[in-house]
């Protein structure tokens, strides 16, 4: 079963058709009532508790494509870059950031991506001994509207052969038949966010179970392709270890672990302006129960030794099964790796040319 996904109108912004992406979902959302709007119309439905998720906007973007994941100083940062492919996801977690966007509703897909891989192209050419390691999933889930998008047929092709850079296809999903009909598996990463399973039923609406998203990663593992994995966001919950070591479990039973790149870590955090709009869309969530305090990037966390004891439950049942598994913390102190994983990159560069050496391992240059 794939992720529910409606879409029962398109809005096309002035400037779309000027692009064969546009032109080419239409065709595959055959019989979607179609609007053309103009590039500032701000539309959302009256009732906008839904974030608009069943309109999508097809939107000739003139932002940034590519830019670093934004990290802050005060945490180790993973040197990632975004590649902008669209925004908003038609799954449902509770604790999703882009809630907070509540300016940029409905779903958007950007049609002028593959005039944009041109100049990105020539960015990546310019720096041939750097390790770029780039991703669709920051602000849309990778795959989720892959079948409307047709990223799984643009991206590969263009990653194919290069020799300094990876693409990430992050995604809770099992839709990876497009992966699995490309020619073009050399430089992709596919990987899935996990939970524990209550966690996955209970807060990460519209997504599919974890055994069918480890059955999606099996296939693609299977396939040839390098797979990744993120416990993001780890949340306290009753039995939550209980809970965690079931999802180690179902990756024992499905997942080669010399096929895995890596697996991150990061506790549940949050910014003081999502909490109301949490308990607004999901009141009945339990993701807010608990303590948390301030961290030094403004956003909620819980406390230091709570955090440490996660990870460290975490890296012992991961160490258990597989002992080098690109194990990492997203935005945790140095002194977080060192208590609970035993080590620590120092600083952000440290941690970049850790996953960068992972990257030259899977990847033969
Ligand atoms: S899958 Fe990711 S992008 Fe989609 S709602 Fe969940 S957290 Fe947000």
């Not at 990653?159 to 099992?174: I, M």
């Amino acid at each position: 079963m794939k992720a529910d996904i409606r879409i029962d109108r398109v809005l096309f912004e002035e400037g779309a058709d000027d692009y064969e992406l546009a032109s080419l979902i239409l065709k595959r959302l055959n019989g979607v009532p179609v609007e053309k709007i103009s590039q500032d119309t701000p539309r959302q439905r009256d009732d906008s508790s839904n974030m608009d998720k069943e309109t999508l906007r097809l939107v000739p973007f003139k932002g940034e494509f590519f830019k670093p994941c934004p990290g802050t100083k005060n945490y180790i940062c993973c040197g990632y870059q975004i590649l902008n492919v669209g925004t908003n996801c038609p799954m449902d977690c509770s604790y999703c950031i882009l809630q907070a966007y509540f300016n940029q509703p409905s779903l958007r897909i950007f049609v002028n991506l593959e005039q944009e891989l041109v100049r990105i192209g020539r960015i990546l050419d310019e720096h041939p001994e750097s390790v770029f390691r780039l991703g669709t999933g920051e602000f849309t889930d990778s795959l989720a509207l892959d079948h409307i998008a047709g990223w799984s047929k643009i991206l590969p092709r263009f990653f194919e052969g290069r020799k300094n850079a990876v693409l990430e296809f992050k995604t809770k999903t099992d839709r990876v038949e497009g992966l699995l009909s490309s020619p073009y598996r050399d430089r992709i990463i596919v990987s899935w966010s996990l939970n524990s399973p209550d966690m996955a039923s209970g807060e990460e609406h519209g997504a599919p179970s974890i055994r069918k998203r480890l059955q999606a990663a099996k296939r693609c593992m299977e396939e040839g392709y390098a797979v990744g994995f993120h416990f993001d966001p780890l949340i306290l919950h009753p039995k939550w270890k209980d809970g965690y070591m079931r999802t180690i479990e179902m990756m024992d039973r499905y997942i080669d672990p010399q096929r895995i790149i890596w697996i991150s870590m990061g506790c549940l955090r949050y910014i003081p302006a999502l909490k109301p709009v949490i308990r607004r869309r999901h009141p009945g969530t339990h993701i807010l129960d608990g303590e948390f305090i301030h961290g030094l990037d403004g956003k909620m966390r819980y406390f230091k030794p709570i955090r440490i004891e996660v990870y460290a439950f975490m890296r012992e049942q991961i160490e258990k099964w597989r002992n080098n598994s690109g194990l990492y913390l997203c935005m945790e102190s140095s002194e977080v790796w060192t208590e609970s994983l035993g080590w620590s990159p120092k600083r952000s560069r440290g941690l970049s040319n850790y996953l960068d050496r992972r990257v030259r391992e899977f990847f033969i240059n």
